[in-house]
Nanobody
């Protein structure tokens, strides 16, 4: 079974930064795409950022210019650098991996809280 393990969540002040990391038990190239989602209380889970096996990236409009998704093939990790954080970014963040004709893989989720 594919395992995704997340780390890096925590409490930060508005304007601060965090870096989330997702460690995979298999090669990043096993996935057609990987991404980060988030879910705030009372809201639907939304895609924050994604990166394809070819290296293309896309971002939610709300985080463009502030967040950056990247990967390290050797370490089998996908990171999300989060800068200029806002209270509206407060949510549980989930790592996702997509494989063709297989169910999505999900991490356990990590809490990010942006507050003074």
């Amino acid at each position: 079974q594919v395992q995704l393990v997340e780390s890096g969540g925590g409490l930060v002040q508005p304007g601060g930064s965090l870096r989330l990391s997702c460690a995979a038990s298999v090669s990043i190239f096993s996935f057609n795409a990987m991404g980060w989602y988030r879910q705030a209380p009372g809201k639907q889970r939304e895609l924050v950022a994604a990166i394809t096996s070819g290296g293309s990236t896309n971002y939610a409009d709300s985080v463009k210019g502030r967040f950056t998704i990247s990967r390290d093939i050797a370490k089998k990790t996908v990171d999300l650098q989060m800068n200029s954080l806002k209270p509206e970014d407060t949510a549980v963040y989930y790592c996702n991996g997509r494989r063709l004709r297989l169910p999505d893989s999900w991490g356990q989720g990590t809490q990010v809280t942006v507050s003074s």
